[in-house]
């Protein structure tokens, strides 16, 4: 068994901590506190009704100047409100306190891809294949998953904050990158960001008149029903069918590609709508190839992810296939899994099509906990090495700097999460306030200096999980490591935990879920004999 001490340097609190896997790659851990040294030195932190720990809460006879130097923060959240700013409206404030979003605990989500089996056509006529090839959109032909697991995506939706654009884990923060886009879907990331114009209904009709090849009064008819400027995916889906048929192929062409991208990268919580002002993307089907699209889906999740980790939205939007993909790429012992092929013997298919829909046996509320004993190994820190053959890592998906898509900006923080480009994490910069920003066309072209501040303060990683000093201290008081708390009503006092630093493997990963999950339900302690045991035989049988 191995022990350490952790001391804090602002309230003098010693955390003796007894690691018996510290051998066998982190698989588990667990702390102790001196309650004695606690009663003397620490802070009694008492919430107020709003969730909020105030500054005046302090033991009897504690001094003003200790009042003023102790922050404000949240239970099970951050001590340090700097960061997480909207923190008090977050779905994970309310967790901590039993607080549901209502009666049922996950999301609503929109997912096309069964729709999609039925109205993607094995093979396109080639007047039609020939300009979606050159739209850079064809592979979203054939990624979706056919259903979406809404328990496992609402569980890490709970995790995602706004202002880093990231998932905040135990261990820290992780995000979808623009590299990750890239070879899950086989989008370009290169390319020009879209500043439409507004869209009134009248502007919609036009649209659809001039070029979907519809009648006046059909088009007429067909926005007063989507009461707005929209078309419904099912009429546009029509329209591609009757063209086809009277070789039309630029109509033809245009509704497919609305219907195409209104149910993957652009699908909104209508679940049934997508917006006409995404018709002017492609009145020139030579010319719509030189967008980001992986940009385009980048964003619209962005803003979706962060409308859903509030407290008060109850619905998804955006491509969720593109999320839960995400997570069986980087977390394979979290959910349900099924693979079509292996990712050694693919042909270059976009990464997305290697999984398959299985209905998870797990709640939200199963999986939370799940999600709070994570460790850094449990993650494939660079699930892609295997897939540079056919996407090949592009400098450009380390800019740091704002990314829009029509009148949505968002921030795009790789240095956030730099484990996932193999170097070591350090105490990222603060968030980029977007609504500043004016030049995001500029800095997005000369992206070059930015790469070059992100990585110039780092250096290659030794081991995948690697961050440096005071890294896990930061983050531990401006985050929150935990969405359900051990202990009800209990203070949350955290101790940075020690990790292994292991490879990351997948077969391990999934050893430490399993042995994680046994122990939890045959309620053992560490003191037991066969804890020690176990443990001993796993690092034994690692080390051959």
Known sequence: MYTGTLKSK?????IVYRNTSLKCSGLLFFWTLNRKSSRKSSVVR??????RIPVRTLDRGASSSAAAAEPTGYPGGPYDTSLLVKYEHHVARHIWFGEERGPKKELKVAGHGLKLNSRVPLALPPQMESWVSRSGLASLQRTSLNKIDTNLVSAFVERWHLETSSFHMPFGEMSITLDDVACLLHLPIRGIFWSPQDVTEELAVELAVDYLGVSQSQAQSHVRSCRGSYYKLEWLYDIFVHHRAASSWAYATRAYLLMLVGSTIFADKTFTLVEARYLLLFRDL???????????ALVTLYRYLGDASMYSCKQLGGYPTLLQCWIHEYFPTVGKRGENWNPAGNCGLPRAMRWSYRQGVLKVDDLRPILDELTPTDVIWRPFEDHRAWRVFDEICLYRGCLKWGET???????????QFGYRQYVPSPPLDCMMATDIDVDWISYHQSVVDVIGSSSVATTPSEVVDGYLEWYYRVSHPRLVPPHRDAPREVPVPVYDAGPSDPDWARVSTLIRRYLRQVNVEEEDPQFSDLFEALHISRSH
């Open 46 to 51: 008492r919430r107020g009704a709003d969730g």
């Open 409 to 419: 900006v968002v921030p795009y923080l790789p240095d956030r999460c730099l484990r």
């Open 286 to 296: 030579d010319g719509c190839s030189g967008y980001s699209w992986g940009a385009a």
């Open 10 to 14: 602002s309230s003098g609190l010693k």
